[in-house]
């Protein structure tokens, strides 16, 4: 758990002991401290937003797609159908559902189009 003491530095007590039962140990040898974080605050805005999704742009035809929702039946279909109707290849996925249903999905996708960019937007209006 000596990434959940890495985290202490960065999120306050009270959030660390919310979320720190909840996090598979898988999904905490995957990502580095900083990451963790931002998807626990991806996550604590999931009662403002059902979905998020965000990216990033790493070459011209490659990003690391992020979804962070409440996990359900179907959805790494859903979500995967959705990616493959925008025309993106997924490289790699990393899927993750936490204890308390969380789901934290990282996709790394490519579009031979060089249109990256916008099928990503595409993909977030779905």
Same mark, same amino acid.
């Given at each position: 758990m000596d990434r959940i003491k890495r985290l202490q530095e960065s999120l306050p007590p009270e959030i660390i002991s919310e979320y720190e039962d909840h996090l598979p140990d898988r999904y905490l040898s995957c990502y580095a401290a900083e990451e963790i974080t931002h998807h626990i605050e991806?996550?604590?805005?999931?009662?403002?937003?059902?979905?998020?999704?965000?990216?990033?742009v790493e070459k011209e035809t490659? /990003?690391?797609? =992020?979804?962070?929702?409440? *996990?359900?039946?179907?959805?790494?279909?859903?979500?995967?159908?959705?990616?493959?109707?925008?025309r993106l290849n997924i490289l790699e996925a990393q899927i993750h559902t936490w204890g308390n249903g969380? /789901?934290?999905? =990282?996709?790394?996708?490519? *579009?031979?189009?060089k249109e990256i960019e916008r099928r990503l937007l595409q993909l977030k209006r779905i």
């Open positions: 991806m996550a604590r805005s999931l009662g403002k937003q059902s979905l998020l999704v965000e990216w990033k490659q /990003a690391k797609v =992020t979804v962070c929702t409440r *996990d359900r039946y179907g959805l790494f279909s859903k979500i995967t159908g959705s990616m493959f109707l925008n969380v /789901a934290l999905d =990282t996709f790394w996708v490519e *579009d031979s189009t």
